[in-house]
DNA sequence: GCTTGACCTCAAGTTAGCTTGAGGTTGCAT
DNA sequence: ATGCAACCTCAAGCTAACTTGAGGTCAAGC
């Protein structure tokens, strides 16, 4: 079980319970890299048992991939991150679920002024801002009103 | 302007911030019905800007299309929303948006926790929580970290 | 009668985060 | 030497909520 500590990709999957496809996903798109054996097959270090260990809790707390992955480049040598490294990165993510908890207090509060008023009336609903939607690009309803 | 009040779907478009193929993805979806004129185009009641309306708010509350077909085809006669019909469903959201607010506080308190401690650890960290991905296939030590 | 703009249908593309499948190879134990 | 589990690549599929594009029609003003 170690020779020279690389794992295959299956045993890196049963260390971390992510899917074999997940990971070679996660290679193509750059956020983890392995070595090859002369038939081709991946190895990976046991750190990658780590940085696959943060890409899953920052998921968890809301980061796309896209997002980690900035996040993990900025990290010099592209090394698996530090206590510092999380530090920083946990402090940033802090203040991210801080603000879902903000907007989704104030839906609940609008929502709570709402039921009994049911108009449902886009100029006037409280529940209905455009400001909120509007000019975000990509997918969702565009808005302009009357 | 009110040719037995059909609105044509530029109109029903403009009085709602929707695009045009957002509606006629909506009618594909059943969400929404229209007539036809001679000539094959779509006429609205003007209660479906209302219908419209309800749309937008309950996606905005994190109901997906399909959970919103739901509740309308709850409605007798797929009339539009009343208040009374509101009322139910805004209750409804609300203890959904409740439960929301839970996870992220308890997500938020356990990052705090975390902070400080860099430990990454899939077995100790507290934000990460097997149980809620890993499936229980597979005997022995499931997540052996470092 | 011609142009213009709003409308029509149907198919395919978009983003995110993977999974699934086909078809082929490697590595390790017996 | 053989069997078979684990590995490989590449392409396509999946969900959600739409958008975009191609190619064509309808309605109204000049």
Known sequence: MDKNDLLPIGELARRT??????????????????????????RFL?????????????????LGLT????????????????????????????????EKIRLLTLTRTKLDECIGCGCLSLQRCALYNRDDRAGTAGTGPRFVLD
């Open 46 to 62: 046991r750190s990658d048992v780590r940085r696959l260990s943060f890409i899953l809790i920052a998921q968890k707390l809301g």
């Open 67 to 98: 997002e980690i992955e900035a996040e993990l480049s900025k990290l010099p040598q592209g090394r698996t991150p530090s206590l510092s490294d999380w530090q920083r990165i946990s402090r940033s993510m802090r203040s991210a679920i801080d």
């Open 17 to 42: 319970g992510l899917a074999v496809s997940a990971i070679r996903f996660y290679e193509d798109k750059g956020l983890i890299q392995a070595f090859r054996t002369m038939g081709n097959q991946r």
